[in-house]
């Protein structure tokens, strides 16, 4: 009687924590397909849907809450509220960085960047700048977020700081690409933006 009761109780968190992941998962699919979404719609795009991008924010914060409730109680399904175990995992220390990274950063885009993007005149180099290098952090980090989450064969021989220092070399490649290439094509959409602005109220 004793071994059926504890079968039961087995199969109920087994199966909890299986519905938990599954929500965690559906909720990081949504957010890295609005966040590449955009960026293929910054490309192909004749116009800075600021509307857009500010419902594609909510989306990415509404799927962060998701990641940060399932994803803790995951932590605790894995390895309950021992702070060494959390820290003998590089993985999973890694994994909370980047969703903290991801959620400061989101933080950013809508004190910083909206702003920039909703003014009237075209902003200069370094306002340009702003928004700009924080997208790139935001899919950057999504990218690489995906990447831990995948990560099973390589995670046993990467240490904390050797995902924390990939983590780093891709941002600095995604600031470089978005500083050289983004910028440009998204000032020259402000610009006509601006212009056709500037005629309409004429």
Not at 34 to 52: F, N, P
Not at 72 to 93: C, E, M, T
Request: charged share 15%.
């Amino acid at each position: 009687m004793l071994l059926i009761a504890n079968s039961q109780q087995m199969d109920f968190f087994t199966l909890f924590g299986q519905g938990v992941l599954f929500v965690h998962t559906v909720a990081f699919a949504i957010a890295l397909s609005a966040v590449l979404r955009e960026d293929l719609a910054l490309v192909r795009a004749g116009r800075i849907d600021l509307r857009r991008l500010v419902e594609t924010t909510h989306t990415l914060t509404c799927a962060l809450i998701a990641l940060w409730a399932t994803g803790l109680a995951l932590v605790v399904f894995d390895v309950g509220f021992d702070a060494r175990a959390f820290v003998a995992s590089p993985k999973l220390a890694a994994k909370v960085f980047v969703v903290s990274a991801l959620t400061a950063n989101g933080l950013a885009l809508h004190t910083l960047a909206f702003p920039i993007l909703r003014g009237r005149g075209v902003p200069d180099s370094f306002g340009l700048s702003v928004p700009v290098v924080l997208g790139a952090i935001s899919t950057v980090s999504w990218l690489y977020a995906s990447f831990i989450g995948v990560s099973r064969w390589i995670a046993p021989v990467m240490s904390f700081t050797s995902f924390i220092a990939f983590y780093g070399v891709l941002l600095v490649a995604g600031i470089t690409v978005a500083l050289l290439f983004v910028r440009r094509r998204v000032e020259r959409l402000l610009v006509a933006q601006r212009v056709t602005a500037g005629t309409a109220r004429r």
